[in-house]
């Protein structure tokens, strides 16, 4: 597999089960994979109203926010994100309730199975230097457009640019975004 583009007009958001949200899917793996079966998927997530977090075990998470601040409220403890916050790291089966301030709050979430995956996700400064890695998938989320250039489509706020393992090639992204990358243990 080369690069691959990923359009951020070409997900389906799924309305939450408790009304309190929707969530698009930006890549999983195994792809089609349901959420019992996951290796890994990276998602965004739009929060309308405060609720609990769907629970996760075996899961380790990480979130950062794309939009609009959200507070994490743990058993032990509470974290207030915004966009320039670092993504949060915690286990999918950790209690967690979340509350967004001022109206919508839009995340982005990356789930990895924590006995085959590990995971980082980080913000990233335009230009990008994105290139394969032999064993991690990487996945470039942007948070702004860019044009096409250096052998990249056009892209759109939210598109995404997934390497699998082994791809070669080396890419300047002209537009800052998160990168997660997924790494088997």
Known sequence: MNLRHLPAASRQAQPWKNGGGTTSTVAVWPEG??????????????VAEAGPFSSFP?????????????????????????PASPALAFAGDEPVSGLPYGGLATDLNLMVDRARFTARLEPVSAPVDLHGDPRSHRLLLVTTPAPAQGGLPALAARDALWLA?????????????????????
């Open 33 to 46: 994979a349901g959420l019992e079966a996951i290796g890994w998927r990276l998602s965004i997530a739009e």
């Open 58 to 82: 075996g899961i380790d998470r990480r979130l950062a926010m794309l939009a609009g601040r959200l507070e994490l409220r743990f058993a032990d403890r509470t974290a207030t994100l915004d």
């Open 165 to 185: 393992p082994g791809t070669t090639g080396h890419w300047l992204v002209p537009a800052p975004g998160w990168l997660a990358t997924i790494t088997p243990r």
